[in-house]
């Protein structure tokens, strides 16, 4: 039977986080709670690091793009995720999932590479003091993060624009809470080879290259702080780079428990649980771990909450 006696998928269907209806009202109070300290947590970094003249290094340059990315994120899934879990007909438009799947694409592609670029930031500041300034210089600084975006941006074009080259008939059910690569292409009627070659070759480049920067940068900065004799030295040394270590360990080992898990124990509810942590506890998280270990923040966000208007500064 040819694809022409199949009716074309206008919406889609999402099964959401859970199909029991006892749970919808508890788990929406739940996900809304964490949307909220997602957004507050968030929007509370930015303008911390925008306002405070303590806070106009690179490293809350970085921070600061990181904290817009995590709102971006959890904002293109929280809002259609918390309407579904008060509705019966959980349902999105065609166009609509093709916007989510490339603004979901996005933020998650320009967070593995901010990532990478915070690392990179905090070898040279530890391993390289003297040219800190020089190597990451504000006009460095802007040209990363405006290649990070571009980058993310140009993945989430080419990716969803495979996936939606593909013809969705019949089935129109996705076993997920928004809109992902895998569930989508699930669906597919017609061959779902190039896409998901695409798919699989950029989340592999993404993740394996953020990585090795990841792992180089820190293994110098170690090897340097280890060769520091005083004790007070290598405790400040290890202070700027812990909260981004730690960030980075959350991140990197949610994405990794979800793409080496064997085959045999892998299935999309694996899938979602994993995605609940990395598109809205772990940006939920990020400005927790910032802020607590931080003291700089945490003098900054003291300030400002004594005398608002003191902190301020023309940006």
């Given at each position: ?279 809205l506890v772990i940006p939920m998280l990020n400005p927790m771990i910032y802020?607590?270990?931080n003291k700089d923040v945490k003098d900054a966000l003291k300030k400002f ?11």
């Amino acid at each position: 039977m040819g694809p022409e006696n199949f009716s074309r998928v206008t919406e889609f269907i999402l099964t959401g986080v859970s199909d029991h209806p006892e749970l919808q009202i508890p788990l929406f109070l739940v996900f809304l709670l964490i949307y909220g300290l997602t957004v507050s947590g968030n929007l509370g970094i930015i303008i911390l690091t925008s306002v405070d003249p303590r806070l106009q290094t690179p490293m809350y340059f970085f921070l600061r793009h990181l904290a817009i990315i995590n709102l971006g994120n959890s904002t293109v899934i929280a809002p259609k995720m918390l309407i579904n879990f008060l509705v019966k007909k959980k349902t999105t438009s065609y166009y609509e999932c093709a916007t989510q799947l490339g603004g979901f694409l996005l933020f998650i592609v320009s967070e593995i590479i901010m990532l990478a670029v915070m690392a990179y930031d905090r070898y040279v500041a530890i391993c390289n003091p003297l040219l800190y300034m020089v190597v990451v210089s504000r006009k460095i600084c802007l040209l990363l993060v405006s290649l990070t975006y571009l980058y993310g941006f140009s993945t989430a074009v080419v990716v969803s624009s495979c996936v939606f080259s593909v013809s969705y008939c019949s089935s129109n059910v996705i076993n997920h809470f928004y809109c992902d690569n895998v569930p989508l292409l699930a669906l597919s009627c017609s061959d779902t080879y190039l896409p998901q070659t695409v798919v699989f070759i950029s989340a592999a480049t993404n993740l394996f290259s953020s990585m090795i920067t990841v792992l180089v940068s820190y293994f110098n900065i170690v090897l340097s702080i280890l060769r520091i004799r005083s004790a007070e030295g290598r405790k400040k040394a290890f202070s700027t780079c812990g909260s981004h270590m730690m960030a980075v360990t959350v991140f990197y080992g949610t994405l990794l428990f979800m793409y080496l898990q064997p085959k045999t124990n892998h299935s999309l509810d694996t899938d979602k649980m994993a995605s609940v942590f990395y598109t809205l506890v772990i940006p939920m998280l990020n400005p927790m771990i910032y802020s607590l270990r931080n003291k700089d923040v945490k003098d900054a966000l003291k300030k400002f909450m004594a005398n608002p208007g003191s902190s301020c500064k023309p940006m």
